[in-house]
């Protein structure tokens, strides 16, 4: 069973910035891709960020130029750096990884809480 703890969530004004994290129960280099989803209330969810095992990294549209995904192998510890914060933005941000090569699975964290203030 391979766990995700996502964190870093809260509060902040338009233009601020936060750094989510996702702590995984096994190392991520074993994962294929690790990917930032997120749900707004009312909304269907929606893909933020990916980043797969060969550092290739995606982009929502909504958020390029300023989120960022990166990786920490040793920390087992995946990112997304938030900056330029908008109130569309707010959105429950869940950390989810893909694992296997034939059959691969896919883990989902419990989801953090961004809300952006305008």
């Known amino acids: 069973q391979v766990q995700l703890v996502e964190s870093g969530g809260g509060l902040v004004q338009a233009g601020g910035s936060l750094r989510l994290s996702c702590a995984a129960s096994?190392?991520?280099?074993?994962?294929?891709?690790i990917g930032w989803y997120r749900q707004a209330p009312g909304k269907q969810r929606e893909l933020v960020a990916t980043i797969s095992s060969s550092g290739t990294t995606n982009y929502a549209d909504a958020v390029k130029g300023r989120f960022t995904i990166s990786g920490d192998n040793a920390k087992k510890t995946v990112f997304l750096q938030m900056n330029s914060l908008k109130p569309e933005d707010t959105a429950v941000y869940y950390c989810?990884?893909?694992?296997?090569?034939?059959?691969?699975?896919?883990?989902w964290g419990q989801g953090t809480q961004v809300t952006v203030s305008s």
């Open positions: 989810n990884a893909e694992i296997g090569i034939f059959n691969p699975a896919i883990f």
């Open positions: 096994i190392s991520t280099s074993s994962f294929n891709a």
